[in-house]
């Protein structure tokens, strides 16, 4: 089973950018569609964006045009970079396959955007 260890959050102001690390374990490529999900206090899990093995990549609308997921295959990591963030965005940040109920879910990583 792939273990996923997230990490690189952090208090930001509005219009600030930071990049979230995915680290796998195992391999990456084990898992065909890697995500990102967060969730705010008070609202449900949301999808914020996803990459296949291949390369292919889809976001929310909400991010799209601010938000990058890639990969780096020699260090066997995803990131999610986040460039304007919005008081929105604040929320815990958890990568996953796209399917949430197969494997476990880790502690997520908490992103704060604030002035």
């Known amino acids: 089973q792939v273990q996923l260890v997230e990490s690189g959050g952090g208090l930001v102001q509005p219009g600030g950018s930071l990049r979230l690390s995915c680290a796998a374990s195992g391999s990456i490529f084990a898992i065909y569609v890697v995500a990102w999900f967060r969730q705010a206090p008070g609202k449900q899990r949301e999808l914020v964006a996803s990459a296949t093995t291949g390369g292919y990549t889809n976001y929310a609308d909400s991010v799209k045009g601010r938000f990058t997921i890639f990969r780096d295959n020699a260090k066997n990591t995803v990131y999610l970079q986040m460039n304007n963030l919005k008081p929105e965005d604040t929320a815990v940040y958890y990568c996953?396959?796209?399917?949430?109920?197969?494997?476990?879910w880790g502690q997520g990583t908490q992103v704060t955007v604030s002035s």
């Open positions: 996953h396959d796209i399917r949430p109920a197969i494997g476990s």
